[in-house]
């Protein structure tokens, strides 16, 4: 199963489209991330304050967690336009240099997956954004002419999964940059809570905790839950989202009390019954479970490691006593100078 087709994933699927709706509109209507949400404030107001756009953020952090609803949030509260792009879609640097000359003062280019750009794209946006100019070049050889236009000042958005591929000098442009972590239970709940609200779902106070608690700490993988366990709720039982049909719901689709599903539970497994609870290699585990590393980089274990389940050592990755105690095995005794497994002692 690809990651795309998990419920509990936070890689966007189609059926995620309509949660267009559910974005917050307002920096007040993000719930969580109190750090970012009042630093971006501040960026807001100061640049408001100035008659200037802001300057360019850069937002990381695994998938789901809210990059793109922040980069509309943004272009709501400054009143800009958004452009809405992806690394991978900005083929040549024609492309990126179409996009830029319809931008506007005070314009918003959101760019996901920023750490996808091709380098000959990059460095037509690095002048872009430092300068706010564009470098063309007219003709071939040399009779090549370079011709340089002035851009209006505007704000580059951009979102990624893996801060380590993004190229420095690209880094270095942003004049701000966030993490975004998985979601506190508490700010899951009331996320949980305003998706019913505004899709007009019914929901109890146990029925929300139940959904958020298995969300993984991540917005959208709790958004979906809740149309899949309302699903239920309307045909197998009153249609109310309560504690039970919560649990019966999730429990028809494998998805266990901390979110893990049947994938999370094969790494664990894999680390643990076949590599005596690791260290293995990141390759390994891949070819084992047939998906590729940069997906179980990304998707599977941010929250495996957030639980404290999975250690990333230079040697390859460990599971922790937490992972054998969840998944009901016997946790091993480790000798006191066994360094492989550190986190069993
Ligand atoms: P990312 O860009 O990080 O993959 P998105 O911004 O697309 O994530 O968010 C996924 C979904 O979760 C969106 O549909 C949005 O409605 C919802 N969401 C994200 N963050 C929040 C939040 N803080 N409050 C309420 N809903 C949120």
Not at 45 to 65: C, K, N, Q, W
Not at 169 to 175: K, V
């Amino acid at each position: 199963m690809s990651a795309e087709k998990r419920v509990v994933s936070g890689v966007q699927r189609k059926s995620d489209r309509d949660n267009i709706a559910l974005r917050p509109r307002r920096l007040d209507d993000m719930l969580g991330q109190d750090r970012v949400r009042e630093n971006l404030s501040i960026l807001i107001e100061a640049a408001t304050a100035r008659s200037e756009p802001i300057d360019h953020v850069l937002f990381y952090g695994p998938p789901g967690l809210g990059k793109t609803s922040l980069a509309y949030v943004i272009a709501n509260e400054v009143a800009g336009d958004i452009r809405v792009t992806a690394g991978p879609a900005i083929e040549r640097a024609g492309d990126l240099a179409a996009i830029l000359t319809h931008l506007k003062k005070g314009d918003i280019l959101f760019i996901d997956e920023v750490h996808r750009l091709g380098k000959a794209v990059e460095e037509i946006l690095y002048p872009a954004m430092e300068d706010f100019v564009l470098d063309i070049v007219i003709g071939k050889g040399p009779a090549a002419k370079s011709l340089r236009l002035n851009l209006p000042r505007f704000t580059v958005i951009g979102a990624t999964t893996r801060l380590a591929l993004l190229a420095a000098p690209l880094r270095d442009r942003f004049g701000a940059t966030f993490r975004l972590d998985f979601y506190a239970e508490a700010d899951m709940q009331k996320i949980v809570w305003r998706a019913a609200r505004l899709l007009d779902v019914e929901i109890n106070a146990e029925g929300a905790r139940e959904i958020a608690r298995r969300a993984r700490g991540t917005p959208r993988v709790g958004l979906r839950l809740l149309r899949r366990v309302r699903d239920y709720a309307e045909a197998r039982a009153d249609g109310v989202i309560t504690m039970a049909a919560t649990q019966a719901a999730l429990g028809l689709m494998e998805i266990d009390e901390l979110g893990l599903d049947d994938i999370d539970r094969r790494i664990l497994r894999i680390i643990i019954e076949n590599y005596g609870g690791g260290p293995v290699g990141l390759d390994t585990i891949a070819a084992a479970i047939s998906e590729d590393s940069a997906t179980i980089m990304d998707v599977y274990e941010p929250y495996l490691i957030q639980l404290g389940f999975i250690d990333r050592t230079p040697r390859g990755r460990t599971c922790t006593r937490h992972a054998y105690a969840h998944l009901g095995l016997p946790i091993p005794e480790v000798a006191a100078d066994d360094e492989t497994q550190p986190t069993l002692l």
